[in-house]
């Protein structure tokens, strides 16, 4: 009779659901009526596709929630594929005793990210620098219908993060530095996402993230601890949320950091009270990934906190049977109360109710040829071509022109789709080159001048030009992988930049980046600079800005740094002296910095700490000056006598080289140049007398070196990419490198104070094997090859010799794998060389396996003659490679092998009048 009973209640409450005479809050009661417990936890469940056990389990639990993490996608990965395997996942759903539909999420951050062919959009960075909010409705509008068309119901984003410090690896996530931005662009987001009112068949249901603070952690830590009081909490970091709940945003994801120590996913007072009391949420809260699991080290202990707390939805994500075991215990055992499950449940399925998933629970198919459409590649192009900020211009370089111009397109990031989308783009880290469809920003170059550009990664060409744009930046990376300790551009960009230039050839400079970088060594070197964010799969936008089909528009969210010593460094702070301030960009053609007088541009001190160069803003026609009228400060102080000398570039009339009487002892100081001549001309511009402009310390961020022979701690990096420290148990305690993964590097400043061949030691726990690559100022390779030590605590010594002049070197050492920590790197000075003692060490081939061309690198503790070979297997020469003499030190021979060789393994011999060395080879055409 019960069971009959009970049937009929779910009868009677389809029928009046489809009649739609009830309220939603009515709809949600009545079905909240019928609800056993089981079914109640179900929905505050969101497990990963990925981690189902059985696809029944959707049914099974009640399971409220799917998710697709960052690469997450069905096979293929097509717009199709994902609304097939979304109303596969539905039809489970509507199995369930109920038939209660699931709401399905991803991260559409910039796009539908996650799908091959989807159109991207500029990260939020450069969405913001549009200060376009029909432009950021519009873009996400088009995420809207891109990701419905897939059937998906619901995006975790906008993120309204306010970054208070560039070291953060998510900046590029924010809209920018202030809450101005972020109310802006919240509510255009939301309103864009969700529509005026949810449950359109182009709207889907937004999230609010990541509540709150998450951009304010001290020194830019990923999910570290936001050290602030309550007022600024409420002005700066709470303000985008009050805007996004006025618009109406149905869901907000809890953040992984903490308040004054205490995480966010455990705060009460945080997400109960202030956000659903105070601030009227009437949505509801899902935990970031594992973001509960943090809370303690006791699961069934940090439920019950997450839960108590206000966290409506766990994004559990993968032991989600044992989830709903333990917060069913914690009710039946009174630890969490019934009216908080019906609480956190009504919040779920009112939201389910607003997007219409019980009357429309299926993908519909008549949206995906909107996928990537031409109209959606319009809007994002235009995003891409509003958010371009130019920071700087001179000498009329900019507009290019599309015809009688020869211009050279080089950098890492001209022809790297990947890389100009950024993280999250198809993974969650993203990647470089052609991972989905798009416009490459070479590309885009080549259609609007056909016949007249020319491509050269590395800037090397026989030809003559006309103008240079190179284009540089950031790898991808998403979360703490980008935290980074320093923002400096990478070094093989700046050469390509000097080198350039060195060759007469004006230079704009295009980054592409996730945040303002530290670019005061470039500046000198370059007639116009861009900052192009993370522009999206769209680069033809950029295109049509350089060639002038239209002016700039974007203008900065984030205060430009001069060096890393001004992070953090926001608007309003005291003694707030950016390189470029909040809210500026050029915008208009022809465009400079200088108009009825010569500034100054950029200036820098170079590495050796003996020569200045300045950048002015025009070409100099008459030049009258002399060393007395410059002035070096250091630290504030006037280096009287410091300049010896003062004159034109050979190759650019607009930069002058100011050399200094002896190396500036100036590592870790503060540089600027004063002038008080008035000799400088160009035309009828003067170059005014100034103080105190800024001088790029090409020292500073080097620090002092660490000395050698001995020990360099692996932790004491200047600059790194995507490792982090931890506590260290080995001998001596302190700290060691960690989370390390294949491509991650760290670089250090060292000394060596006594020419010799070093014994070179690299501590390292794990359980992976793998190979350590280092680069001594981006020569000498070494490598260490090691094996698992079957834990990340179990210390073992591996090694390798290598020969090192004296002197001071950027060590940057590659890791080729994953799985493994790095304590230490020991430099052993190896004593007296005796007869016995190899004179050969280091042997190494690069690549391989590798094709015809090869090289061989290896050390020579003395000048030594010296055959090479290649050898069969079964020992038959093949061909001879060198026969003459060795140099001390670092060898390399660029070798072509014999084209009628066959493809297999081979030994390399080197033989001297006395020894024999190998090294194996395999040759793979």
């Avoid at 140099?887 to 297999?904: C, I, K």
Wanted: proline share 4%; net charge negative; charged share 15%.
């Amino acid at each position: 009779m019960k069971r009959t009973l009970l049937i009929l209640l779910i009868a009677g409450f389809t029928s009046t659901v489809l009649a739609q005479n009830l309220t939603i809050d009515q709809k949600v009661d009545s079905l909240l009526n019928l609800m056993t417990l089981d079914e109640k936890i179900g929905q505050m469940t969101q497990a990963e596709r990925g981690a189902l056990e059985n696809i029944n389990d959707i049914a099974v639990y009640s399971l409220g929630s799917l998710l697709s993490g960052g690469g997450s996608a069905p096979t293929p990965n097509t717009a199709t594929a994902w609304a097939n395997m979304y109303n596969q996942y539905q039809a489970q759903a509507l199995q369930s005793r109920l038939g209660i539909p699931i709401i399905y999420g991803v991260d559409a951050v910039h796009g539908h990210n996650n799908v091959y062919g989807a159109v991207i959009f500029p990260h939020n960075i450069g969405m913001g620098c549009t200060w376009d909010t029909s432009l950021v409705r519009a873009a996400n509008q088009v995420t809207a219908r891109e990701v419905a068309a897939t059937g998906i119901d619901w995006t975790f984003s906008p993120c309204i993060a306010v970054p208070q410090n560039e070291r953060w690896g998510r900046t590029y996530e924010g809209f920018g530095e202030t809450p101005e931005i972020q109310k802006l662009m919240a509510t255009a987001s939301v309103l864009g996402l969700q529509g005026p009112t949810p449950g359109g068949a182009e709207s889907i249901l937004a999230c609010a993230k990541h509540y709150v603070g998450d951009g304010g952690t001290t020194n830019g830590t990923d999910q570290g601890n936001t050290e602030v009081s309550e007022e600024v909490l409420r002005e700066i970091h709470m303000a985008g949320y009050i805007d996004a709940i006025d618009a109406g945003v149905g869901s907000v994801m809890a953040s992984y950091n903490s308040w004054n120590g205490q995480k966010l996913h455990g705060h009460d007072y945080l997400l109960s009270y202030i956000l659903k009391t105070q601030l009227g949420f009437r949505g509801f809260v899902v935990s970031d990934w594992k973001g509960v699991d943090q809370l303690d080290s006791d699961y069934r202990t940090a439920v019950k906190k997450a839960i108590n707390a206000g966290v409506d939805m766990v994004m559990v994500p993968d032991r989600y049977i044992y989830f709903i075991s333990i917060l069913k215990d914690l009710v039946e055992s009174n630890e969490v109360s019934m009216s908080r499950i019906d609480d956190a449940v009504k919040r779920i399925l009112k939201q389910k109710f607003l997007l219409n998933l019980f009357e429309k629970p299926f993908s519909d198919n008549l949206l995906l040829p909107t996928v990537g459409s031409a109209a959606h590649r319009n809007i994002a192009r235009q995003a891409v071509r509003e958010s371009l900020v130019l920071l700087a211009a001179k000498n009329d370089v900019l507009p290019l022109h599309k015809t009688n111009q020869k211009i050279l397109v080089a950098g890492s990031m001209a022809s790297n789709l990947g890389g100009q989308c950024g993280g999250w783009t198809i993974s969650w880290q993203g990647g470089e080159g052609d991972i989905t469809t798009g416009t490459k920003i070479l590309t885009g170059i080549l259609n609007m001048a056909p016949g007249q550009v020319i491509y050269s990664l590395n800037g090397e060409t026989t030809e003559d030009v006309d103008v240079a744009v190179v284009v540089i930046g950031e790898k991808p990376y998403a979360e703490g992988a980008g935290d980074r300790s320093s923002l400096n551009i990478e070094g093989t960009d700046v050469d390509l930049v000097k080198k350039l230039k060195d060759k007469g050839i004006p230079v704009v400079t295009i980054l592409v980046s996730g945040r303002p970088m530290v670019i005061g060594e470039i500046m000198p070197y370059t007639d116009a600079f861009i900052a192009a964010w993370l522009p999206g799969t769209e680069g033809d936008g950029i295109a049509q800005v350089l060639f002038g089909d239209y002016t700039p528009q974007g203008k900065l969210t984030h205060s430009w740094p001069k060096s890393m010593n001004q992070l953090p460094l926001n608007v309003g702070d005291a003694n707030y002296d950016p390189m470029f301030a909040y809210k500026h960009g050029l915008q208009s053609f022809p465009a400079s910095l200088g108009s009825t007088e010569i500034i100054p541009y950029g200036a820098a001190l170079n590495k050796e700490g003996n020569t200045i160069v300045l950048g002015l803003s025009d070409k100099v026609t008459s030049f009258s000056a002399s060393a007395e009228e410059f002035t070096v400060f250091v630290d504030g102080i006037a280096q009287i006598g410091a300049v010896s000398a003062a004159g034109l570039s050979d190759t650019d009339s607009s930069m002058l080289s100011i050399t200094l009487n002896q190396v500036l002892n100036a590592s870790g100081a503060s540089i600027s140049l004063g002038y008080s001549g008035s000799g400088i001309h160009a035309g009828e511009r003067v170059l005014s007398p100034f103080d105190n402009f800024f001088v790029y310390n090409g020292m500073l961020d080097f620090g002092l070196p660490i000395n050698t022979p001995g020990k360099v701690e692996a932790e004491d990096y200047f600059d790194m990419s995507g490792v982090a420290t931890e506590n260290c148990t080995d001998v001596g305690g302190g700290l060691n490198v960690g989370w390390i993964e294949d491509g991650d590097y760290m670089k250090y400043f060292i000394k060596v104070n006594v020419s010799g061949n070093y014994k070179l030691v690299g501590r390292i726990a794990g359980f992976n094997a793998g190979t350590l690559f280092f680069q001594f100022n981006d020569s000498i390779p070494a490598h260490i090859n090691f094996t698992s030590t079957n834990g990340w605590q179990n210390w073992q010594d591996f090694s390798t010799n290598i020969y090192l002049e004296s002197g001071t070197y950027v060590m940057k050492v590659f890791a080729y794998t994953d799985g493994f920590n790095i304590n230490y790197y020991n430099f052993q000075l190896l004593s007296g060389i005796g007869e016995n003692s190899p004179v050969i060490d280091s042997i190494m081939v690069v690549p391989n396996p590798g094709n015809r061309h090869i090289q061989l690198n290896f050390n020579s503790i003395k000048p030594e003659l010296l055959a090479i070979g290649l050898y069969t297997m079964t020992g038959k020469l093949a061909q001879e490679l060198y026969d003459g003499k060795t140099q001390t030190g670092p060898n390399q021979f660029n070798l072509v092998l014999d084209p009628a060789l066959s493809n297999g393994n081979y030994v390399i011999e080197l033989r001297s009048s006395d020894k024999r060395y190998f090294t194996k080879f395999i040759l793979t055409d």
